[in-house]
């Protein structure tokens, strides 16, 4: 089984909101990582999680925050977003973080932000 | 440094003619390279992983891809498209420490 599930399919937040994504996988995986993705465009790399530890931060807006609560769930937790950050959200889980490793994909929230 | 160029950013096909979508790449040493497809408002699933194992690697739903080092390529093809292959595709090439280096997409269209 490959299976990443993201939750929610949609959400719709005003800007002044805290709202969170949630995000789990039962394949065993040491590595997570949040992806940002805008229309017409590859994925954008935001977070990486190494065993439960936050290893790769893209510069990524303190408005995102990203949480490891243990080896099979990830949150990202979502405060004072803009228009701009308006995108789909992508998940991923994989073995372990680097060498030849398979990302796998969770189906995404789709984030409308008002 | 490693990249990655998908040349053509849009593909139209005919309904069960073959499908061919060209990736180049560039890497400093041996890369890992995937295809991923994306259908709409969906995410991102792997099609096929080239690990230096085979240079021809199959796929799933038939797909394939020609690893060229001469060439650095890293073409995917299916020899009959089908409906369900329209879809955004993404040739990924590995960095370090799980980021991966995305081309910028081609998106392909069947025509019945």
């Known amino acids: 089984d490959t299976e990443v599930t993201q939750t929610p399919k949609h959400l719709v937040m005003g800007m002044t909101n805290k709202k969170s994504l949630k995000c789990e996988q039962h394949?065993?995986?040491?590595?997570m990582y949040w992806y940002k993705q805008k229309a017409k465009k590859p994925p954008e790399l935001m977070f990486v999680?190494?065993?439960?530890?936050?290893?790769i931060n893209e510069s990524v807006p303190s408005r995102f925050s990203p949480e490891c609560p243990n080896s099979s769930l990830l949150n990202l937790h979502l405060h004072a977003l803009q228009p701009e950050d308006s995108a789909l959200y992508l998940c991923?889980?994989?073995?372990?973080?680097?060498?030849?490793?398979?990302?796998?994909f969770g189906p995404g929230t789709r984030l409308l932000v008002l | 440094a490693q990249s990655v160029t998908q040349l053509d950013s849009h593909v139209s096909v005919s309904e069960g003619t073959p499908v061919l979508l060209r990736c180049n790449y560039s890497?400093?040493?041996?890369?890992?390279l995937f295809w991923y497809v994306q259908h709409p408002n969906k995410g991102l699933q792997l099609l096929l992983k080239?690990?230096?194992?085979?240079?021809l690697v199959k796929g799933i739903n038939g797909f394939e891809a020609e690893f060229k080092k001469s060439e650095t390529s890293f073409h995917l093809t299916k020899p009959s498209a089908h409906m369900s292959d329209a879809a955004e595709y993404f040739c990924?090439?590995?960095?370090?420490?799980?980021?991966?280096?995305f081309g910028a997409g081609t998106q392909v269209v069947v025509t019945p």
């Open positions: 990924v090439v590995t960095l370090s420490w799980g980021k991966l280096q």
């Open positions: 080239y690990t230096s194992a085979a240079t």
């Open positions: 890497s400093s040493y041996s890369p890992s």
């Open positions: 394949m065993g995986h040491r590595a």
């Open positions: 991923a889980s994989s073995q372990l973080a680097g060498g030849s490793e398979t990302q796998y």
């Open positions: 999680y190494s065993y439960e530890k936050l290893s």
